[in-house]
């Protein structure tokens, strides 16, 4: 199975910073069959990103995917209040789909 | 739009099996493909399985010898079943719509089932 790997475990960031979130794939992800989600405490997880560097309907611009291949990576331009929550990659190329385990962005 | 609403028994005992169901409204479920996902307390989001639109499954490799997926589509309804179950399967079990090409676009609350005696 492709093993997705995140880091860092924890961001420790200030509202207005940016977060830079990475996710590297054991095997190359096909078709850049990458998504991203964000999960807050005791809600589900909500798609952000799919393709890599799709955004998902009513997700704002502050939030970007890219990458290839096997690393991706997740930015935010400008944190604001309600984006300090855990984040997580998942691959869809192949089966199983798997998920990393994810990067908690906290403030500062 | 879109929504989906886990049920099901929130204690099992070990060795029992737990069966859950998803109601889905605002869409049938025979036009899209929808997957299982748990997350034990406080850890990340494991993929149990999905059922295509056409009614084919897919199973995690780590579970497939337990689990059962199942739709039924007069009822517009989702089904999780896994056999034998431990501690381990303690978890908030969600149900999700597949987007895209597998990305999970729209997912239910979440149910938590704990596995104790």
């Known amino acids: 199975e492709n093993v997705l790997t995140q880091s860092p475990g924890t961001l420790s960031l200030s509202p207005g910073d940016r977060a830079t979130l990475s996710c590297r794939a054991s095997q190359s992800v096909s078709s850049n069959y990458l998504a991203w989600y964000q999960q807050k405490p005791g809600q589900a997880p909500r798609l952000l990103i799919y393709g890599a560097s799709s955004r998902a309907t009513g997700i704002p611009d502050r939030f970007s995917g890219s990458g290839s291949g096997t690393d991706f990576t997740l930015s935010i331009s400008r944190l604001e209040p309600e984006d300090f929550a855990v984040y997580y990659c998942?691959?869809?190329?192949?089966?199983?789909?798997?998920f990393g385990g994810g990067t908690k962005v906290e403030i500062k | 739009q879109v929504q989906l609403q886990e049920s099901g028994p929130g204690l099992v005992k070990p060795s029992e099996t737990l069966s859950l169901t998803c109601t889905v409204s605002?869409?049938?479920?025979?036009?899209?493909?929808w997957s299982w996902i748990r997350q034990p307390p406080g850890k990340g989001l494991d993929w149990i399985g999905s059922?295509?639109?056409?009614?084919?499954?897919n199973y995690s490799p780590s579970l497939k010898s337990r689990v059962t997926i199942s739709r039924d589509t007069s009822n517009n309804q989702l089904s999780l079943t896994l056999t034998s179950v431990t501690a381990a399967d303690t978890a908030v079990y969600y149900c999700a719509r597949v987007t895209g090409s597998g990305n999970l676009g729209y997912w239910g609350q979440g149910i938590l089932v704990t596995v104790s005696s």
């Open positions: 998942q691959q869809y190329g192949s089966s199983p789909l798997t």
């Open positions: 059922v295509s639109y056409s009614g084919s499954t």
């Open positions: 605002g869409g049938s479920i025979s036009s899209y493909s």
